[in-house]
């Protein structure tokens, strides 16, 4: 049986300024607590109703299990991890940046577009959602463990990339109609508002999805999925 003060600490992860406070974080669910097994990060603690057979699991109930659980269909396990240090920021390849995304699920989605199509660092402004949030680690299904994550002024790094700057706007060239580098940094902005015009003025690059629809009335396309058609167009270039 869980005490409360072991609830209570397991609870209050579900705010940032306590996972930064502990240095630790929640994954759920078989599948992506195995895959963080895995890697190189550090298990805590694993609470499970259906034995994992490893040395630091505690074996509970379900009913304990809804009391820790973010979710609002608990799976089998919870377990706690340490957050790892971020490695050193690379300026080369294909780097994604993303300007205050605020939607845990678009950016558990990007992680995983950035996993996929090999973007193996992911640049975040600090206003965006943090990446340790419960629902950000359940929707990247594993793939936090493969892609570097760097929250950072945004604008200052801009400014001293050597690279070329694309981002994505509606008014911008034609994506499918234009020449992509092998490296590069693709910028995409939040999902109200696009791209923040101090980050506008480092963009060298200004590129598009046409819309087909014979009415063109679609407002905009959703951030992730905007991401996954420019990336996997970098990739094809």
């Known amino acids: ?3 409360k003060n072991q609830i209570k600490n ?3 992860l579900k705010q940032k300024k306590y996972r930064q406070q502990e240095g630790l974080f929640i994954a759920e669910g078989v599948k992506v607590i195995n895959e963080f097994l895995n890697s190189n990060l550090k298990l805590v603690d694993l609470f499970t109703t259906d034995p994992f057979n490893i040395e630091d699991e505690t074996i509970i109930t379900d009913k304990d299990l809804k009391k820790i659980s973010f979710l609002s269909s608990p799976n089998t396990a919870l377990a706690v991890f340490k957050i790892s240090e971020t490695e050193n920021l690379n300026d080369n390849g294909l780097i994604l940046a993303l300007d205050a995304i605020r939607d845990p699920g678009n950016l558990g989605t990007i992680i995983r577009l950035c996993d996929w199509f090999g973007v193996k660092q992911l640049i975040c402004s600090k206003e965006t959602v943090d990446c340790y949030n419960p629902k950000v680690v359940q929707a990247t299904m594993g793939s936090l463990t493969r892609v570097s994550i760097h929250y950072t002024d945004l604008e200052v790094f801009l400014k001293n990339t050597k690279l070329p700057v694309f981002g994505a706007f509606m008014d911008g060239v034609n994506v499918y109609k234009s020449t992509l580098p092998k490296e590069g940094v693709l910028i995409l902005g939040n999902e109200a508002n696009g791209i923040s015009k101090p980050i506008e003025a480092s963009v060298t690059n200004k590129i598009s999805i046409p819309r087909f629809g ?6 905009s396309l959703n951030v992730a999925t905007a ?9 094809r270039s």
């Open 1 to 3: 049986m869980l005490s």
């Open 214 to 219: 014979d009415l063109q009335a679609t407002e």
């Open 10 to 12: 397991i609870t209050r």
């Open 227 to 235: 991401g996954a058609i420019l990336l996997s167009e970098f990739r």
